[in-house]
Every structure is written in C-alpha cells, then in structure tokens.
C-alpha cells in the first residue's frame, strides 16, 4: 500500500459511517484524522475504525442529532 492510499483509509471509512447514518459529507471535508495503523499488533485496522467512528460521532453531535 502506498502512503498516498493509507492517508485516504480514514476519510474512506468515515464517508462509509456517514453514509450509511445518513449525514451529508460536506462537515467531513473540515475533520482531520492523523496518525496510521498499526496502532495494535493485529491485522484489522482499529486505528482507522476508531478514528472515523469518533469523527463521525463529532459530526453528529454537531448536526444535532
């Protein structure tokens, strides 16, 4: 995986969240998600699910709902 494609991990699993929720996407264009997995030494990605899940929480708690 490049470094271009790891950075786009995050905003590709928060749109998901969002979509499915469904809230509009433009409020996601202003969250940025740092960091990258490996956060633990297992193979799923729980960095990445749980950065998107709290910014789509964010998001949601901003829209009101």
Same mark, same amino acid.
């Given at each position: 995986?490049t470094a271009g494609a790891a =950075?786009? $991990?995050?905003?590709? *699993?928060?749109?998901?969240? @969002? /979509? &499915? &929720?469904?809230? !509009?996407?433009? *409020?996601?264009?202003?969250?940025? $998600?740092?960091? &990258?997995?490996?956060? @633990?030494?297992?193979?799923? /990605?729980?960095? =990445? #699910?749980?950065? *998107?899940?709290? #910014?789509?929480?964010? $998001?949601? #708690?901003?829209? !009101? /709902?």
């Amino acid at each position: 995986m490049t470094a271009g494609a790891a =950075t786009q $991990l995050p905003h590709a *699993a928060l749109d998901e969240i @969002l /979509r &499915a &929720a469904g809230i !509009g996407r433009t *409020a996601a264009d202003e969250i940025e $998600l740092t960091g &990258a997995d490996p956060v @633990l030494p297992v193979r799923y /990605r729980v960095g =990445t #699910a749980g950065g *998107a899940a709290l #910014a789509a929480c964010g $998001l949601a #708690a901003a829209a !009101g /709902r």
